[in-house]
């Protein structure tokens, strides 16, 4: 399978814990995006890099938040003193500048689940 | 900022053929995307549109026009399979090119 891939699929844990999550893109992809959503929602912009670079973070994205791509290719997720409302899908894309740029391809997701 | 609306839920039926509208506002338009994504799945691609008309693939085709911030998505001869959501996203390149996107219209289609 060539796809994007995530890991966990699940997580579940307790308030106040820090989970992190990663995201393998597309080999030959040099962008990769991560996105939050929540039920009944559309997937909600968080960051993204291209290669290693992160060139964008949305501004509802809280100092709990952090995210690496240390050599270009996975990228972590870390989610700090997580809390109730931290409980969300969080999908990884990817894509590849050139022609074919604008088609970002989703991962599974991560479903986490704070109590 | 950037506003996309999308109605929340739409019923069809088997067979027929449904228009799903999409409406955005955006500061720097770059693209108009629509994703299909089934309960519990990721949202996969269906189509792109950056310049105003038409385009067709298979039994989906995408209609845009950047004067009036408005798409839409025309899904034929409906299957049960396609019963999913539909989520409309704008790429602004004031933004980093990052995707935003609107609430995503469930569609349910009956026998």
Same mark, same amino acid.
């Given at each position: 399978?060539?796809?994007?891939?995530q890991?966990?699929?699940?997580?579940?844990t307790?308030?106040?814990?820090?989970?992190?999550?990663?995201?393998? %893109?597309?080999?030959?992809?040099?962008? *990769?995006?991560?996105? $939050?959503?929540?039920? /009944?929602?559309?997937?909600?912009? =968080?960051?993204?890099?291209?290669?290693?670079?992160?060139?964008?973070?949305?501004?509802?994205?809280?100092?709990?938040?952090?995210?690496?791509? %240390?050599?270009?290719?996975?990228?972590? *997720?870390?989610?700090? $003193?997580?809390?109730? /409302?931290?409980?969300?899908?969080? =999908?990884?894309?990817s894509?590849?500048?050139g022609?074919?740029?604008?088609?970002?391809?989703?991962?599974?997701?991560?479903?986490?689940?704070?109590? | 900022?950037?506003?996309?609306?999308?109605?929340?839920?739409?019923?069809?039926?088997?067979?027929?053929?449904?228009?799903?509208?999409?409406?955005?506002?955006?500061?720097?338009?770059?693209?108009?995307?629509?994703?299909?994504?089934?309960?519990?799945?990721?949202?996969?691609?269906?189509?792109?549109?950056?310049?105003?008309?038409?385009?067709?693939?298979?039994?989906?085709?995408?209609?845009?026009?950047?004067?009036?911030?408005?798409?839409?998505?025309?899904?034929?001869?409906?299957?049960?399979?396609?019963?999913?959501?539909?989520?409309?996203?704008?790429?602004?390149?004031?933004?980093?090119?990052?995707?935003?996107?609107?609430?995503?219209?469930?569609?349910?289609?009956?026998?």
């Open positions: 399978d060539t796809g994007v891939s890991d966990p699929r699940h997580k579940i307790k308030r106040g814990q820090n989970v992190t999550f990663r995201c393998d %893109p597309i080999s030959e992809h040099n962008r *990769l995006y991560w996105y $939050r959503q929540t039920l /009944g929602q559309g997937p909600e912009f =968080l960051t993204y890099f291209q290669n290693e670079a992160q060139l964008e973070k949305s501004r509802l994205l809280s100092d709990r938040f952090s995210a690496e791509r %240390p050599k270009g290719s996975f990228s972590t *997720l870390e989610i700090q $003193r997580t809390e109730q /409302g931290d409980s969300a899908m969080y =999908l990884c894309a894509s590849s500048l022609q074919s740029s604008y088609e970002q391809y989703f991962g599974p997701g991560t479903r986490l689940t704070v109590t | 900022g950037q506003n996309i609306d999308q109605p929340t839920e739409m019923t069809a039926t088997e067979g027929a053929i449904v228009q799903i509208n999409c409406t955005y506002q955006t500061s720097g338009f770059n693209g108009l995307f629509w994703y299909q994504q089934h309960a519990g799945e990721a949202p996969t691609f269906l189509s792109y549109n950056v310049l105003d008309g038409l385009e067709e693939k298979g039994r989906f085709s995408s209609f845009l026009s950047r004067s009036k911030g408005y798409s839409y998505l025309l899904l034929k001869e409906l299957q049960m399979k396609d019963s999913a959501s539909y989520l409309c996203a704008v790429r602004d390149s004031n933004a980093g090119n990052m995707l935003t996107f609107g609430g995503g219209t469930r569609l349910m289609v009956k026998p």
